[in-house]
């Protein structure tokens, strides 16, 4: 999407600089993880917390999640991983937002544990912090034209240039010539994921602010509140392989699993707080 957004700039004055202007999806990751990290360090601080520590546990989160990317779409794709060994040794591959989460919690709590700091309450602010991470990543894979949507006949439908892994997909599946000079239009999924992570942020600092007393409830929240609207998305995904009488991807399969848990643990959350209430 990229190349066609700068192609559309550069029909107007001053269109050389587009190049300049439309950020790279390695940008907009880079500028997520930034993002994150200022606001949580800064909450951190604001509650009490080491802002020094808050900062190591953002260091070791961005090394495992960066690992867990690449390694869990390994195992999403070890069919391919295992015909074709070769792509282990390609840092630069696919990655999956799934590795990004568990790889950089792992990495987070390591941290905590090595320190032995208050583990609920850096997550808790972590809860908070965390929405803007696939609010503002997100639009990488709008820029890359990865994670695409199912075809839709909508105003907002996008259609993306030869490119784009969609345009290709589309071409294997006989939908469109490969001299076609765009993709069929699709749902612009890593937009709707990305304005619901933005609520998901409102939504977690809001429980935050209001429930900082109770360790661990606002991660919960977060875990819960993402996963459930993330499990809707799912179904406009175009580029995941599904699977059993649900036709459920694997993502959705994540979700439903860390809903239930999340939800569980909330509601034992909610009956210590109705038993034990707060006292200001």
Known sequence: ??????????NYPGGGIANY??????????????????????????????????????????IGGLAGAR???????????ITTPGVILNIFGGTTSWGVYIGGFTGFFLYLKRYRLKAPEYADVMGASLGLGPFIGRWSCFLHGCCYGTPAELPWAVRYPPSGPLFWHQVKLDLIPAQ?????????????LSLSALAVFFLTSAVWK???????ITLL????????????????????????????????????????????????FKRRISIVPHDP
């Not at 076609?180 to 709707?192: E, G, Q, T």
């Not at 209001?210 to 661990?216: A, D, E, L, N, V």
Request: aromatic share 20%; net charge positive; proline share 6%.
């Open 1 to 10: 999407m990229r190349p066609r957004l700068i192609e559309f700039l550069q």
């Open 21 to 62: 202007l439309i950020p790279t999806g390695t940008m907009m990751y880079v500028l997520a993880m930034l993002a994150v990290m200022y606001i949580y360090v800064k909450r951190c601080e604001q509650s009490g917390l080491s802002g020094y520590h808050a900062l190591g546990t953002c260091i070791f989160a961005i």
């Open 71 to 81: 390694v869990f779409y390994l195992l999403e794709t070890l069919p391919e991983t």
């Open 180 to 192: 076609a000079s765009l993709s069929l239009p699709v749902h612009p999924l890593p937009v709707y």
């Open 210 to 216: 209001k429930y900082s007393y109770y360790p661990g």
């Open 221 to 268: 929240f977060y875990w819960f509140s993402y996963c459930s609207l993330r499990f809707i998305w799912e179904y406009f995904r175009g580029n995941t392989p599904r699977w059993g009488f649900m036709n459920w991807d694997l993502g959705q399969i994540v979700c439903i699993a860390v809903v239930l848990i999340s939800g569980w643990m909330l509601f034992c």
